[in-house]
């Protein structure tokens, strides 16, 4: 945002400051910057991409209760080949075809250097288009290109349920979309909210769509889950294992009710192998999150000893209206749950997370008790936690060591 804030201080002296009335942005400058959630993010070679989600910012000296939340319109890269602060970073938006959403599915086709987004909830339920799949191909150098990509099976794609805070993950050849809630403003019409039962899944060479309905999912059977986190561990078992962590279940023949949704908890963790979908399950130590515990954020690093640690933090327990601040990671092959320190950010729910630069968690945005009217204490919702450190930071380390 350099250049965004030397330009802002330059604009006055040419006379042409207040002329036109200041703008809303999907990238604020800091003073005007207050809250970013709902995003969807990952990282490909040397830059984190975010898509959807909602922006507050004040805007002529007026806070944004006076104006309410704006969806942001283009999708934004961070470049992590370099070292930056959360006050000095550089967000760098890339236009966007459709129109703003909210908690979409991300898949990232590490091979073909390539990730979609899918699903989520419109913004205001504005300009719903028909069930699509967008790509994303970034070029080197932080921009890239939106595509619709055209399914080999476009029927069953069509008859697809699209849903909000679906728990995904994806491993090089598949995404998985687990679960999710659908409402009005998932699919144009849809008159109730409903909890959706089963599995999707995409398969990113073939672009075949399934639809793996109670008894062929694994993880669930006749299940439903939203608002967990999906991740890939790609260094156990011979393809890899998916686990889904946290969120709850809502009855599908009744109407959505978060406050009385049973809770998934941490204790018992379920997984599946993406080739053969064997489902497996084991039981965790340590200092176990609590829960209910719906829409924190996860991010994973393999470690040097040839384990794996997933890091979990903030979200919300809508049952006793904890918001939650803790931050926990746990370690494989152990299966041992660690705490780690508070994020010293304060508690927040939505917030995207992602591992950059060896050790490094990224966490972008998140919503607190205040909602969009409450001014992050993080510059721009951005904040770093180093696993070896242990410590929560301001700023992201292009050098450090595994
Ligand atoms: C995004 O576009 C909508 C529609 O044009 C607009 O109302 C909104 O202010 C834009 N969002 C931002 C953050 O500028
Ligand atoms: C909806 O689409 C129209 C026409 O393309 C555009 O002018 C408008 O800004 C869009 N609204 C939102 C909220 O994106
Ligand atoms: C997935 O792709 C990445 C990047 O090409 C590669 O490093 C990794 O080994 C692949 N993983 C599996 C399980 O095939
Ligand atoms: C863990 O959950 C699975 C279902 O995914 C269940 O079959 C198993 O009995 C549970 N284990 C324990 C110890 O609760």
Redesign the pocket.
């Known amino acids: 945002m350099r250049f965004h804030r030397s330009l802002s201080r330059l604009l006055p002296l040419l006379g042409l400051g207040c002329v036109a009335g200041a703008q809303f942005s999907d990238v604020p400058s800091l003073e005007n910057f207050y809250r970013r959630g709902g995003a969807s993010a990952t990282m490909i070679g040397n830059y984190v991409y975010f898509d959807g989600g909602e922006v507050s910012q004040a805007l002529d000296g007026k806070a944004p209760g006076e104006h309410t939340t704006r969806?942001v319109?283009s999708t934004i890269s961070i470049d992590i080949s370099k070292s930056w602060t959360t006050s000095d970073v550089v967000l760098r938006t890339i236009d966007r075809p459709w129109?703003?959403k909210i908690n979409q599915v991300i898949w990232t086709n590490y091979d073909a250097a390539v990730f979609y987004v899918w699903a989520g909830r419109w913004?205001?339920g504005?300009?719903m288009t028909a069930n699509e799949l967008w790509k994303f191909t970034p070029d080197s150098s932080g921009g890239g290109s939106w595509a619709l990509e055209t399914p080999a099976n476009p029927e069953l794609l069509d008859g697809l349920e699209q849903a909000e805070y679906m728990v995904f993950a994806n491993d090089n050849d598949t995404g998985f979309a687990i679960g999710g809630v659908a409402n009005g403003w998932t699919r144009k019409g849809r008159l109730s909210d409903q909890a959706i039962p089963g599995m999707v899944a995409f398969a990113m060479k073939t672009k075949s769509w399934y639809n793996l309905i109670a008894g062929l999912s694994p993880i669930l059977q006749a299940d439903t889950l939203a608002a967990g986190a999906g991740h890939y561990i790609p260094n156990f078992g011979p393809s890899g294992l998916i686990m889904a962590l946290g969120g709850v279940s809502h009855p599908v023949d009744a109407a959505v009710n978060w406050d009385t949704a049973r809770a998934y908890d941490f204790r018992n963790l379920t997984f599946f192998d993406p080739q053969t979908r064997q489902t497996y399950w084991q039981r965790t130590t340590g200092d176990i999150p609590p829960s209910p515990r719906s829409q924190f954020c996860l991010a994973g690093f393999q470690n040097s000893e040839g384990g794996y640690e997933m890091i979990v933090m903030g979200g919300y327990d809508h049952r006793d209206k904890i918001l939650y601040k803790d931050t926990y990671i746990l370690s494989l092959p152990g299966f041992v749950w660690i705490t780690a320190p508070d994020s010293p950010t304060g508690a927040r729910r939505t917030p995207a997370c992602v591992s950059v630069g060896n050790r490094q968690l990224l966490m972008i945005g998140g919503t607190a008790v205040g909602g969009w009217e409450n001014k992050d204490t993080a510059p721009q919702g951005l904040a770093l936690f180093d696993m070896t450190e242990m410590k929560w930071k301001d700023s992201y380390d292009a050098n450090a060591a595994v």
Do not use: T
Request: hydrophobic share 10%.
């Open positions: 969806p319109n129109s703003s913004f205001g504005n300009n």
